[in-house]
């Protein structure tokens, strides 16, 4: 069975600092990953994907992924973060043979100071 | 881009009573749609898959006959929380895809805070 570990719950950095944060998943299949914001209230935002090809991901606000299968990772990263990033994110795994179902990991709480 | 919509963002209900949500995609048509329910500073738990025209798949756990899903038509879905308890109170957030999910990702609606009092 598939699972999804997000290895920090929250993460506190200051404004224009690079972070990163942390996924990594268990599959005995092809995955497809996803990275996910959510704001207060709010439903979830696609930030990026990594369906096939190449292993680094850019998605929206200038995040990017690198999926490594070796090491069953799928870390976000941010080279200079500004107090809007500060939210929830999700990594998210879809099994190939799973009809599309997302598995989340438990979310890392983003925030950042001035 | 895509765009679900879901409706209501917020509701209060007495205990006891029945609650229904709606999740809309708007420009697009989804034979799949999927809804979760997400406890404070928690993550996203899958309760069903909602296919239209058919019966929903329910997750492990996840009791049918309190949470009645209904996808009768390719742009709608609804969830209904029945005979609602406090305990039920969460935020649920569904989500669609405009075609196969792993290509095109998923769209998800703002989701629902539902608090029964």
């Known amino acids: 069975a598939q699972s999804v570990t997000q290895l920090d719950s929250q993460v506190p950095v200051f404004e224009e600092a690079p972070v990163e944060l942390r996924c990594n998943y268990s599959s005995s299949v092809s995955v497809y990953l996803f990275w996910y914001v959510q704001y207060p209230n709010q439903g979830l935002q696609l930030l990026l994907k990594?369906?096939?090809?190449?292993t680094l991901v850019k998605g929206i606000n200038g995040f990017e992924a690198e999926f490594n299968k070796s090491q069953t990772s799928f870390h976000l990263r941010k080279p200079s973060v500004h107090i809007c990033?500060?939210?929830?994110?999700?990594?998210?795994?879809?099994?190939?043979?799973?009809?599309?179902?997302?598995?989340f990991g438990q979310g890392t709480e983003l925030s950042v100071k001035p | 881009g895509a765009v679900v919509s879901q409706h209501p963002s917020r509701v209060i209900c007495k205990s006891g009573t029945s609650v229904k949500i709606e999740c809309r995609s708007l420009?697009?048509?989804?034979?799949?749609m999927f809804w979760y329910r997400q406890f404070p500073k928690q993550s996203l738990m899958l309760m069903a898959t909602?296919?239209?025209?058919?019966?929903?798949?329910?997750e492990q756990g996840v009791e049918k006959d309190k949470f009645l899903i209904n996808h009768a038509s390719l742009t709608l879905s609804t969830l209904t929380v029945t005979s609602a308890h406090p305990e039920d109170s969460s935020f649920y957030i569904c989500?669609?895809?405009?075609?196969?999910?792993?290509?095109?990702?998923?769209?998800f609606g703002s989701g629902t805070r539902l608090t029964v009092v």
């Open positions: 420009d697009f048509q989804a034979t799949t």
């Open positions: 909602s296919n239209e025209g058919s019966k929903a798949t329910y």
């Open positions: 990033d500060t939210a929830e994110y999700f990594c998210a795994v879809s099994e190939s043979n799973q009809g599309g179902k997302l598995i």
């Open positions: 989500s669609a895809s405009p075609g196969q999910a792993n290509n095109y990702g998923y769209t």
């Open positions: 990594y369906l096939s090809g190449s």
